[in-house]
């Protein structure tokens, strides 16, 4: 008889790299993700029960039709950024590049973007990965597992008076798969890493926000790149999947009103073309701690924000202006 009462908190998320896309491997060589909040997933079945003429005002049992093939599956996750190999992962997938949680590598949206795509079931290491929610009592309760996934958003955020400056995440990941609700073996890896990035660690000397010098209390970036997914494998779910026509990168910095920031706001009003160097630079004193350099984009909002201290509200979107890196994340 079923005893456990579980706590959303008590499932813990794992990744794994996939040898053939769409296929989970063994579930003992993962790693695992700092979370702190899961939004569960929506199957999404495709399902049908309506009223036809056949009968009358209530569905007949002729009307009913259920399908778990071609649908995607999403899910949500957000946590405490480390610089280890489950978290960059999630960072190389949304960006395009291979998966080597193994030896964690800088990652860069380049100057002439190649997008992750292909077809499910082939041996392409360094494409897709599978998800595991990891139940804490596989007698009660069963493992969540999407396989075939894809990173379509990813964000690196951090507040100076929120939790001492660390760096945040939040992601998306995406299956055209069927996912597997009925594994129930034990999951182990390797534990994420103890070590925290915070702001406190950046060089103020080497802060730029549309190559302004701020002082900066608060600041996200984020990438997007959403999953398309075509043919059927019967049973399986999609049969190919790929990304869509834009990958958008993002940012906003909060920064101080002063004489180093006081022309933003005009600036943006009378924007007229591009920024070409420094729209944002957060260089941690060691750099590959994890330190992010956008050097090109127009603004697309300054707003005033009225708290205790007057600071204002910088938002970016990155450009790629044919030679340098659109951004880059120093891991390595």
Known sequence: ?????????????????????????????????????????????????????????????????????????????????????????????????????????????????????????????????????????????????????????????????????????????SSGRVPDLTENSAVSGTVYSGTSVNMAALDVSEIKVASKSPILSAFSVTVSSPAVYTGVDEGNGYAAFGRGEEMEVTANATVKLDSATMELPSEFDTQTEHDNADLLTLNQTTDNVTSIAIPCGVLTNVSYNEGDAMMLDVEMKALNNGSDNVISFDLA
């Not at 702190?36 to 009358?56: E, K, W, Y």
Request: net charge negative; with cysteine.
């Open 1 to 173: 008889m079923a005893n456990a009462v579980f706590s959303p908190k008590d499932f813990k998320a794992w990744v794994i790299e996939e040898a053939t896309t769409g296929t989970a491997p063994t579930l003992n060589a993962c790693y695992q993700l700092d979370v702190d909040s899961i939004s569960f997933p929506s199957l999404n079945v495709n399902q049908f029960a309506s009223v036809r003429t056949s009968i009358g005002r209530v569905a007949h049992v002729n009307d009913f039709f259920q399908d778990n093939d071609l649908r995607a599956v999403e899910i949500s996750l957000s946590g405490t950024w480390h610089k280890d190999g489950g978290h960059a992962m999630l960072l190389q997938s949304v960006c395009g590049n291979a998966l080597t949680p193994d030896s964690v590598a800088d990652v860069t949206i380049s100057s002439s973007p190649s997008p992750t795509v292909g077809k499910y079931g082939e041996s392409e290491a360094n494409k897709t990965f599978t998800l595991v929610l990891d139940s804490p009592d596989n007698n009660d309760a069963q493992n969540i597992v999407l396989k075939g996934c894809l990173c379509t958003d990813f964000t690196i955020n951090a507040d100076m008076g929120t939790d001492g400056g660390q760096y945040k995440w939040s992601a998306t990941i």
